[in-house]
T-cell receptor, first 116, second 110 residues
Framework: GAVVSQHPSWVICKSGTSVKIECRSL??????MFWYRQFPKQSLMLMAT?????????EQGVEKDKFLINHASLTLSTLTVTSAHPEDSSFYIC????????????FGPGTRLTVT | AQSVTQLGSHVSVSEGALVLLRCNYS??????LFWYVQYPNQGLQLLLKYTTGATLVKGINGFEAEFKKSETSFHLTKPSAHMSDAAEYFCAVRNDKIIFGKGTRLHILP
């Protein structure tokens, strides 16, 4: 199946700083990518839908000025957590949609963000 | 609106016993249904999916699920549990975007 990578796999940053997470589709072009966050022992919550070349669509309650999403190419989407706070500590997972008959969606391995 | 309900946040079964993880969905249109597995500190791995056609879907690692429209269910089963099956399992439904259930942690007892 298609492969989605994320970088970094884990990151620790100080409160008030910004951190960027990359999501790449390695062997296919993804016109649509999704960003999820997962708190410990909880489910994945969709944060935003990222379409190549256009602005991301954010889910209700997600601060778009805090979680900046850029989908500059068909293989790369980035999530920047700006002015991070300890409550932003979470597991962030991206996924990429394969433009096929069933629009299969593949998930990245996740990025563990810890804000100190 | 679409939603997913997973009954039981924790399920424990003995090694070799039947695994049954329950999932009910709500969708205004015929859904695509998925089961994913997540091991600690890892991403999601697709176990199986239902899109159209045969309602009994076979997946990896011996898992299968049956789509029952009348019951709006998509329960996951495995005839004989293995220790390596211990993980978090998520049922999901997709129309335009994937919505996940809250997850069920499967514990395997020796």
């Amino acid at each position: 199946g298609a492969v989605v990578s994320q970088h970094p796999s884990w990151v620790i940053c100080k409160s008030g700083t910004s951190v960027k997470i990359e999501c790449r589709s390695l062997d296919f072009q993804a016109t649509t990518m999704f960003w999820y966050r997962q708190f410990p022992k909880q489910s994945l919550m969709l944060m935003a839908t990222s379409n190549e070349g256009s602005k991301a669509t954010y889910e209700q309650g997600v601060e778009k000025d805090k979680f900046l999403i850029n989908h500059a190419s068909l293989t790369l989407s980035t999530l920047t957590v700006t002015s991070a706070h300890p409550e932003d500590s979470s597991f962030y997972i991206c996924s990429a949609r394969v433009p096929s008959g069933y629009d299969e969606q593949y998930f990245g391995p996740g990025t563990r963000l810890t804000v100190t | 609106a679409q939603s997913v309900t997973q009954l039981g946040s924790h399920v424990s079964v003995s090694e070799g016993a039947l695994v049954l993880l329950r999932c009910n969905y709500s969708s205004s249109v015929p859904p695509y249904l998925f089961w994913y597995v997540q091991y600690p500190n890892q991403g999601l791995q697709l176990l199986l999916k239902y899109t159209t056609g045969a309602t009994l879907v076979k997946g990896i690692n011996g898992f299968e699920a049956e789509f029952k429209k009348s019951e709006t269910s998509f329960h996951l089963t495995k005839p004989s549990a293995h220790m390596s099956d211990a993980a978090e399992y998520f049922c999901a439904v997709r129309n335009d975007k994937i919505i996940f259930g809250k997850g069920t942690r499967l514990h395997i007892l020796p």
